[in-house]
């Protein structure tokens, strides 16, 4: 069975910085592109970045390129989300996703269809 579990949210004053955290199990986890999204209430789902199983390939949405950071440790079947320079609009739930293709492309990251596995999500809230 797979399971991805998100931890690292919490309340964060704006300015800020979380590092949020996705362990995998179930799977293979070097062979899936893994991606992360959020949703804000009443918002549709958002994707924020993607990174290739590699890490070679990696994307980010222009809401956050600059100051969230992708990466992954397939040693630890983890994916990370680094966000700096937080600001109240990134308050939201944060997902992580994994993708059985493996890759990632810039015109497809950020569409949840991508994506077979998702986790349950961790909230993260922005103070102004």
């Known amino acids: 069975q797979v399971h991805l579990v998100e931890s690292g949210g919490g309340l964060v004053q704006a300015g800020g910085s979380l590092r949020l955290s996705c362990t995998v199990s179930?799977?293979?986890?070097?062979?899936?592109?893994m991606g992360w999204f959020r949703q804000a209430p009443g918002k549709e789902r958002e994707g924020i970045s993607c990174?290739?199983?590699?890490?070679?390939?990696?994307y980010y949405a222009t809401s956050v390129e600059g100051r969230f950071t992708i990466s992954r440790d397939n040693a630890k079947n983890t994916v990370y989300l680094q966000m700096n320079s937080l600001k109240p609009e990134d308050t939201a739930m944060y997902y992580c996703?994994?993708?059985?293709?493996?890759?990632?492309?810039?015109?497809?990251?950020?569409?949840?269809?991508?994506?077979?596995?998702w986790g349950q999500g961790t909230q993260v809230t922005v103070s102004s």
């Open positions: 996703a994994a993708g059985v293709a493996g890759y990632c492309t810039s015109s497809g990251f950020d569409y949840p269809a991508q994506y077979t596995y």
């Open positions: 179930g799977l293979t986890f070097a062979n899936y592109a």
């Open positions: 990174i290739s199983r590699d890490a070679w390939g990696i």
